[in-house]
């Protein structure tokens, strides 16, 4: 690891990198550690020259997946009932949709009361797993350069424990998703795997050619497994992401729908009334299906779907018989059905009205005939 004093010294010189910042990398970086990191240089370093882009990334989710309780108490995150700030660790989250905390030994805080958990979107707590002793062994997904202790149950090394919290089951550079963590360690090894597989490595649950559900929702993190069920499979996650952006600002300009891939769709769309409303694609072709913290409303997650396919049969279940899954046809492929594309705002119709309207939407031949209208009655 570079001497502190000269990075920063470096960073000075390259474009002003302000102390505060290099303050929350000692305030992060366990230097009882440093061995295992000597080749990691720190986000900071790559500020000088990439400013753009780190400045986009740093007010992203990345950054915000686990934070030390120092930085965390500065955001406007509340704290569980009866706990303080010297209670806390670090606190996983915080970002948009949801943060849980760890305790003073670095294990999630799961009271028996519950409560643990504040979900952001709506202002309430509710249940993580509740009374139950839970390590916190998330990291690879959650942190830069995690490196987990399989033995962290039974051989008492705390050397193999961040900051030597016994709770937590393994050793990182920082906490939170830094530029290292996807372009490799230090400024000699910045090779970039802007494959779709490689971002697939932390946006997956279970295996990638299934969609894990719970509670009538696909559950969070699955966005490449909801990527191979749809028509983009062959697509990297970069043709339409910039990654260092916020998720909703990230979309590029020539990834729009209709610019580069659908025009001839959205030349037919814009003619129809939903346009005229402001109805975008992705409010119909990817609905909030998908749930991170507590769904917005009965067919409303948090988060929106990758599946794209809209399924118009009103008779359709999305999910398997037992809700563990999305149903995948013998291709591999899913599709989303209308309770989630079109009830979300067409509440009080019923699936079979709508499915008259959805079935070829996009279809320049769709006639009011099609939806059970006389033209000659109608205008």
Known sequence: MKNFTELFRQSRLAGGIVPIA??????????????????????????????????????SGHPYKLMKSEMARNRPIPLPEGLSWDDVTYVIGGYKWKSRYLDSEGYVYTPEEGMNQYNMLIDTWSDYHAGETKPYDCGACH????????????????????DGLPGIHGTFFVGGIHCE??????FDSMEIDDSAEFCGTCHIRGEADTIPASGGFIRHHEQYNEHLAGPHASFDCVRCHDPHKKGEFSIKEDAECGVSCHSSTMESYSKTSMFDYGVECKDCHMPYATKSAKALGPHQGDLQTHIFYIDTDPEANMFTEDGGFVV???????KVTMDFACQRCHETASLDQLALYAEDFHSENKSLEDIGLDPGLTG
Not at 41 to 47: I, K, T, V, Y
């Open 22 to 59: 290099l303050g929350i990398v000692l305030l992060a970086f366990p230097f009882t550690a440093a061995a295992q990191y000597e080749d990691y240089e720190g986000s900071e370093f790559c500020a000088g020259c990439h400013e753009e882009n780190w400045n986009d990334w740093r007010v």
């Open 328 to 334: 995948l046809d013998d291709n591999g492929k899913a």
């Open 143 to 162: 942190t830069t350069a995690w490196i987990a202790d399989e033995d962290a149950e039974t051989d008492g090394d705390l050397t193999d424990n961040q």
């Open 181 to 186: 963590e996807c372009h490799g360690p230090g």
